[in-house]
């Protein structure tokens, strides 16, 4: 009796369950903090990375001619004798910001007009070889400019077109306009074809359709197209410094390039850094005022 109930009690016994420990509430909370103070750091660090050369430009331009080696976070004492030196009448930096008004505004009204149509004609008419035709146009974007100015060159002196607007304006379209027919054709694209005939169906011709109904819906990818030509014609430099000789032709981009200071023998740092803070600027606050415009104009393509 006495030896078999150990042996029993014994076979009677089983293993306790083993416990899973799961994390508390506030380890959770500390590495969703490490998570978000993680992506603030990377924020933070692109953020400076894109920001700090126009920081150091704009500190540039407000440094004295003689303080303009100095490495000091901060100007000590700030002048703005630099942007007073920019529109300095030996410059020509007012008629070199309204040649670069003329030529990038021209250049992106015929961009819109020259794209939209050939866009709308690709992503809505079936042709034999239009895949090709894309492909063709694009493709011309890859060529580098500098590999262009040569030929460029000939053909402008031989028509007598240097010093012209149409020498800066043309060029600029070349490199403009494939990407805006690329951008506008996808965009075009993922546009149902049912609209253009409900509202033919309305009355409307197909003409109309397009002006009325399809040029509307399309604003943010005209838009997003409009604001990639115009920075691209703005900031176009090679082809402006060739085909120009004569300072009333320079666009700013080139004027800037050729300061030679207030009294010719100066070195004009701190003029270029305050000629490129008056040529940012602009551009920085248009996007920035139609951001929401230019991301829907991008991303509007990438669903259906």
């Keep these: 009796m006495s030896t078999e109930a150990p042996q029993r009690e014994s076979g009677s016994t089983t293993a306790a369950p083993t416990r899973t420990t799961s994390p508390s509430a506030e380890s959770i909370a500390r590495k969703q903090r490490w998570k978000t103070a993680g992506v603030y750091l990377g924020i933070g660090v692109i953020v400076i990375y894109c920001l700090a050369p126009f920081y150091w430009m704009i500190v ?5 001619t003689a303080d303009i080696f100095d490495s ?39 961009v819109l007009v020259v794209g939209t149509f050939a866009a709308y004609a690709l992503a809505r008419l079936d042709f034999r070889g239009k895949n090709i035709s894309l492909a063709i146009i694009i493709s011309t974007s890859m060529f580098p400019g500098i590999a262009l100015v040569v030929p460029l060159l000939k053909i402008f002196t031989d028509i007598g077109w240097i010093n012209t607007y149409q020498a800066l304006i043309l060029p600029s379209m070349s490199f403009a306009l494939p990407l805006a027919v690329w951008n506008l054709t996808a965009f075009f694209r993922q546009m149902p074809q049912e609209l253009e005939q409900a509202a033919m169906v309305d009355g409307c011709t197909q ?11 399309a604003a943010p990818g005209v838009f997003t197209t409009a604001i990639i030509a115009f920075v691209a014609a703005w900031n176009e430099y090679i082809i402006a410094l060739t085909m ?17 200071g207030t009294t010719g023998r100066d070195t004009p740092f701190g003029t270029q850094m305050a000629a490129g803070v008056i040529l940012t600027v602009p551009l920085i606050i248009m996007v920035l005022a139609f951001q929401r415009r230019i991301v829907s104009g991008l991303t509007a393509g990438g669903v259906k």
């Excluded at 003409?207 to 109904?213: D, M, S």
């Excluded at 120009?244 to 030679?260: E, G, I, L, P």
Aim: hydrophobic share 45%.
């Design 60 to 64: 540039s331009s407000l440094r004295r």
């Design 72 to 110: 000091s976070v901060l100007p000590t004492p700030p002048s703005l004798q630099n942007y007073s030196d920019v529109f300095d009448p030996v410059n020509n930096f007012s008629r070199a910001l309204l040649n670069s008004i003329i030529v990038a505004g021209t250049t992106t009204v015929l």
């Design 207 to 217: 003409w109309q359709a397009f002006r009325k109904v399809i040029i509307p819906l």
């Design 244 to 260: 120009t000789n004569k300072s009333d032709f320079f666009t700013a981009v080139v004027a800037v390039s050729q300061f030679t």
